[in-house]
């Protein structure tokens, strides 16, 4: 069983910052990509950004030189530092981890957290 949770939404002034995590847990015997994805009221899920086992990163140009992707494999967990937050940045966010399991790690999928809102607004 593996189990992908996130933490660190609420809400938060324009302007403000928020600190997202994303632990994966259970019978892991690797992780590829992390990343986060966003969906706002009445419209379809997007990208945020993303992070490979490698290191290499992919935003959305609607948050580059403001969120920052990081990850700490020893923890198996991805980050989203989002600053200089906007209304438009409002939506719930959710956690997308391709993970393999398995004695080999032979079976691989992707797995999603719960979600968590975000909601920026004075």
């Known amino acids: 069983q593996v189990q992908v949770v996130e933490s660190g939404g609420g809400l938060v002034q324009p302007g403000g910052s928020l600190r997202l995590s994303c632990a994966a847990s259970g019978s892991i015997f690797s992780i590829y990509a992390m990343g986060w994805y966003r969906q706002a009221p009445g419209k379809a899920r997007e990208l945020v950004a993303t992070s490979t086992s490698g290191g290499s990163t992919n935003y959305a140009d609607s948050v580059k030189g403001r969120f920052t992707i990081s990850r700490d494999n020893a923890k198996n967990t991805v980050y989203l530092q989002m600053n200089s937050l906007k209304p438009e940045d409002t939506a719930v966010y959710s956690c997308?981890?391709?993970?393999?399991?398995?004695?080999?790690?032979?079976?691989?999928?992707?797995?999603w957290g719960q979600g968590t809102q975000v909601t920026v607004s004075s």
């Open positions: 997308n981890a391709r993970i393999a399991t398995g004695g080999n790690g032979q079976y691989i999928r992707a797995y």
